[in-house]
């Protein structure tokens, strides 16, 4: 069965470019758009992988991310952080890559497989 | 000529003023050393002759008083050495008298006051620079005593501070009614060392300065601590700078995310549409093509508020400039976007002719930033059981001649954590849709026109946000 990706940001525009990347490679895809709706999806869909923006209004992505690593099960999926965020590196703990936007297909498609192996 | 009497104790010739003694006709019969030195040897010539190469006596000849009523005189004059150099003496003129107690001759001594004058117009001089100095430097100054009462103050300190408020600092400069705690008056008596701190004061017309404070000792001849002087600068201007510069370095961190999340559309875009073409996918091409549209309109609205809160757009200014024609023109550009969002935009302008001097282009920014935030605030309330938007878009002229520009809105509101921030941060809650830096524009038009912009808001509830524009000063 293909892995499950969660892609969590604010821009509809930056969901469908990331979305559209995995589909290509034959990803499942799952969005959110703050933070609140990303705990729910995280809790219900179970992704493998979580693809995060760091600066989003509601619960912002470095919010997320510390209600996210408390909990038991979903505190280990991988996240790959990609933000227009100075600092962003620091925010999530050991993210499994870092990608400023705009990212590069190929090389995030390279991350994603190895975050995900 | 007769032997002249031995009218004074040889002594006398060594004095350090000058000395002669003079008959009726004051012609010099006996003169000191100093005298000769200075002005040679004259026994027999007249005084007036000798001292100022005049044919008669001065007017006031303190010697000729002497003869005639017996007293001593003085006076002062100047006179001219041998050398041609001009000195300001004191002349004293004291009677001698003969046997039968008549006037016989008069004792004039002149004391050279020359250095004492000079210094005394240099003192003058000097106090009259520090005074202008006191009253011209761009500070206000004041000169406080123990008890903190203003002793003297330049002439800016008193225009700008109302001294009928009270005498003492506290009362003009803050209107309060007891000492300021950390007051650095107190210190500088205390330590006699200068000491400084930033204030917030209030002007009689009520504008707020930011001002650096510094005291200082005044001292008299014992270096006792007789008064201590305050110099206000004033810092405004420099410190709105530097929070404009910190807002700015903010809104380019900001922009810069905001140009990042747009370039991601595009390229979004782009790559959607390829893999479209790929496999032949005709809606994932329209899909991707609408994705680099949104984002190309996203960049150039961007682009045209950046120019607007630059400087490389003037404000121009244009007589007879109707602003109801100008709200008319942004109702107009809105009505139907806001109808389609279920939002009824109403208009209501002042009856009377408003007309002034304007910058057009400006206001109609302005305005449409103003609508464009009252229809999303609208479109994005949360609240279901509103049954209807409104936004109410108001021009009038207030009591004291500005005219006011209102918009109000009945949508989401702004919550108090934004509210704080809306023309700080400028940052945008709408993702998409705001540039972030809407309200820089109006704030910055606003100013242009030496106006301001407030708001009221209550989340939930809804916004209505004032622009007042004083009538243009020419």
Not at chain 1, 69 to 98: T, Y
Not at chain 2, 265 to 294: H, K, P, Q, Y
Request: glycine fraction near 6%.
């Amino acid at each position: 069965m293909s892995k499950k990706v969660l892609v969590i940001d604010d821009e509809a525009d930056v969901r469908k470019f990331i979305t559209a990347v995995l589909e290509k490679e034959g990803y499942q895809t799952v969005t959110a758009g703050d933070g609140a709706e990303a705990l729910e999806k995280a809790s219900t869909e179970r992704p493998d992988l979580i693809i995060l923006d760091l600066q989003m209004p509601e619960k912002t992505g470095t919010d997320f991310h510390r209600k996210l690593s408390r909990d038991k099960n979903l505190g280990q999926i991988p996240i790959i952080v990609v933000s227009g965020v100075a600092g962003r590196h620091l925010a999530v703990k050991k993210p499994a890559a870092v990608f400023d936007k705009p990212i590069d297909p190929a090389k995030f498609l390279a991350a994603v497989e190895k975050a995900l192996s | 000529m007769t032997e002249p009497v031995q009218s004074y104790p040889r002594w006398m010739g060594v004095m350090p003023c000058y000395l002669s003694v003079q008959d009726r006709q004051l012609r010099i019969i006996e003169a000191n050393n100093l005298f000769v030195r200075d002005f040679g040897e004259h026994v027999g010539n007249f005084c007036y002759q000798v001292y100022k190469d005049n044919q008669a006596p001065c007017p006031d000849c303190p010697v000729l008083q002497t003869f005639q009523d017996g007293q001593v005189h003085s006076g002062e004059e100047k006179v001219t050495t041998r050398e041609g150099k001009v000195i300001e003496v004191v002349v004293t003129s004291t009677p001698l008298l003969d046997e039968n107690g008549r006037v016989s001759s008069v004792i004039e001594m002149s004391t050279n006051i020359s250095e004492v004058k000079s210094l005394r117009r240099k003192l003058s001089q000097t106090r009259r620079d520090y005074k202008r100095l006191f009253e011209s430097v761009p500070c206000y100054i004041c000169v406080l005593d123990r008890d903190l009462v203003i002793q003297e103050a330049n002439t800016l300190y008193k225009e700008h501070f109302d001294s009928s408020r009270g005498t003492h600092c506290y009362d003009v400069c803050k209107g309060r009614k007891n000492r300021c705690d950390d007051c650095l008056v107190e210190k500088t008596f205390a330590d006699g060392q200068s000491h400084s701190s930033e204030e917030r004061l209030t002007t009689r017309n009520g504008h707020t300065l930011n001002l650096v404070v510094h005291s200082m000792p005044v001292r008299d001849e014992e270096r006792n601590i007789t008064a201590v002087m305050e110099v206000f600068t004033d810092i405004t201007e420099v410190k709105r700078l530097q929070h404009q510069l910190t807002m700015m370095g903010r809104a380019v961190a900001g922009m810069a995310h905001r140009i990042k999340n747009i370039l991601m559309g595009l390229e979004g875009g782009i790559f959607v549409v390829n893999t479209g073409m790929e496999s032949d996918d005709r809606e994932a091409m329209d899909e991707g093509w609408e994705m680099v549209e949104r984002n190309v309109k996203r960049v150039s609205r961007l682009v045209k508020d950046l120019l607007y809160c630059s400087k490389e757009r003037k404000p121009s200014f244009e007589d007879d400039v109707c602003p109801r024609e100008i709200v008319r023109q942004v109702h107009e550009l809105y009505t139907e976007r806001a109808a389609e969002a279920g939002i009824d935009l109403r208009l209501d302008l002042d009856q009377q002719d408003l007309r002034g001097t304007f910058d057009p282009d400006g206001l109609y920014n302005l305005l449409v930033n103003l609508v464009g935030n009252a229809i999303d605030a609208c479109r994005f309330d949360p609240d279901e059981k509103k049954r209807s938007h409104t936004i109410q878009l108001r021009c009038r002229r207030q009591a004291d001649g500005a005219v006011a520009f209102e918009v109000e809105d009945n949508g989401a509101g702004i919550p108090d954590d934004v509210a704080a921030k809306v023309f700080e941060d400028f940052f945008s809650t709408k993702g998409t849709e705001g540039t972030g830096i809407g309200l820089l524009v109006v704030q910055k038009v606003a100013e242009e026109h030496g106006g301001k912009v407030t708001f009221d808001t209550k989340p939930g509830i809804g916004t209505r946000f004032t622009v007042t524009i004083p009538p243009r000063q020419v």
